[in-house]
């Protein structure tokens, strides 16, 4: 499919006067792919330098690992590491053990969230329905993410006493409620205005900042050094605080023009320090997983950790419903006006 014949056939990437305003970013100036090309340009685009090359890259390339360490976690981790049996205590069925889900959980959602984020920034130039489309797919992609992430954290690395005080119990909820507020605020800015466009950005930080809060309260609490995935935490920590500041601003494109269309503008170093802030994330988990887990049924509660998993519905559903709902409401503006 992708002989250099087709890729010669490629169109040049374009100025950012020749695609229209809505698929401009400021401070931008060329490496644009121009809209309304088809499909399969854009899956070949995979291959050709443009403004969201290292976007699609860095993403598709933490989900193999991602998926790969985790495949070889649970085979090589001497099976049964999840707790997951064919056969049940009462020799049949399928025993799945609560404490393990909130890490299979994370394992899906951080696959479904960097899939979709690389599916949307290679294939939203098609059109403006689809640009559309695959921002609020991204979004709720990137919502599902964080509340599991929130989840997994809070279950398996972060201080016990810690999750049993006030703060820690109203934690699980309150990254809910931000995943879905920025998600939703997120989409209703793309659709409705510009105005809150630099807000909708800070709330994503918030999210970030709150999810990750377990572990920077964590290395507060603990010397760094006193075991072997302290340094794994810090390395995770720094790696969201510095994404979600590169999400949050326009820096460095903002300093010079035109210099980091290609290479190096905020939105590549979000997503490349996203994915790596993801392999760092998981490995961090998988050695707090294997100490913390046995002991989490009797400091949780299997019914608590039960809810603490369902809640992802909750997240899912009303991020979806949210986005579903602007995206109607785009659609009927866009085909009103191409009528
Ligand atoms: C890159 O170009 C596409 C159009 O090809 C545009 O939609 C997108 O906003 C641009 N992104 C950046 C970061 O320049």
Not at 153 to 161: G, R, V
Not at 243 to 260: M, R, T, V
Not at 302 to 313: G, K, M, P, Q, R
Not at 323 to 339: F, G, K, S, W
Request: aromatic share 12%; hydrophobic share 45%.
């Amino acid at each position: 499919m992708c002989s250099p014949i087709l890729l010669l056939s490629l169109p040049p990437t374009v100025r950012d006067l020749e695609v229209p305003p809505l698929f401009r970013r400021r401070f931008i100036l060329g490496g644009y792919r121009s809209v309304g090309q088809p499909w399969q340009h854009y899956m070949l685009s995979l291959f050709q330098m443009h403004n969201e090359t290292l976007n699609v890259w860095s993403p598709l390339l933490a989900a193999v690992v991602v998926a790969l360490r985790f495949m070889m976690f649970t085979l090589l981790g001497g099976g049964g590491v999840l707790g997951f049996r064919l056969q049940g205590p009462e020799g049949q069925g399928l025993s799945i053990d609560v404490s393990s889900m909130p890490l299979v959980l994370y394992m899906f959602s951080a696959l479904t969230y960097l899939s979709s984020s690389a599916a949307a920034h290679l294939l939203q130039p098609h059109s403006e329905h689809a640009h559309y489309s695959l921002f609020f797919l991204n979004n709720v992609g990137g919502a599902i993410y964080l509340y599991c992430c929130a989840l997994a954290l809070y279950l398996y690395c972060a201080d016990p006493a810690w999750t049993q005080s006030m703060l820690g119990k109203i934690f699980l909820p309150a990254a809910a409620f931000l995943s879905w507020t920025s998600c939703s605020v997120s989409c209703y800015v793309k659709v409705h205005s510009r105005w809150m466009y630099t807000f909708h950005r800070k709330l994503y930080s918030l999210t970030v900042i709150t999810v990750i809060s377990p572990i920077a309260h964590l290395l507060a609490i603990c010397s760094w050094t006193s075991t072997q995935v302290m340094p794994l935490h810090l390395l995770q920590v720094v790696l969201s605080l510095l994404s979600a500041y590169f999400f949050s601003c326009s820096s460095p494109e903002c300093f010079s023009p035109g210099s980091f269309d290609v290479l190096g503008h905020s939105c590549q170093l979000f997503h490349v320090l996203l994915s790596l802030c993801m392999v760092v994330q998981q490995e961090a988990l998988f050695r707090d997983f294997l100490w913390s887990r046995p002991a989490l049924p009797r400091l949780f509660g299997e019914e608590h950790l039960l809810l603490a998993c369902a809640s992802i519905l909750w997240v899912t559903f009303s991020c979806s419903l949210t986005a579903l709902a602007l995206r109607r409401r785009v659609q009927t503006r866009l085909t009103t006006e191409e009528a």
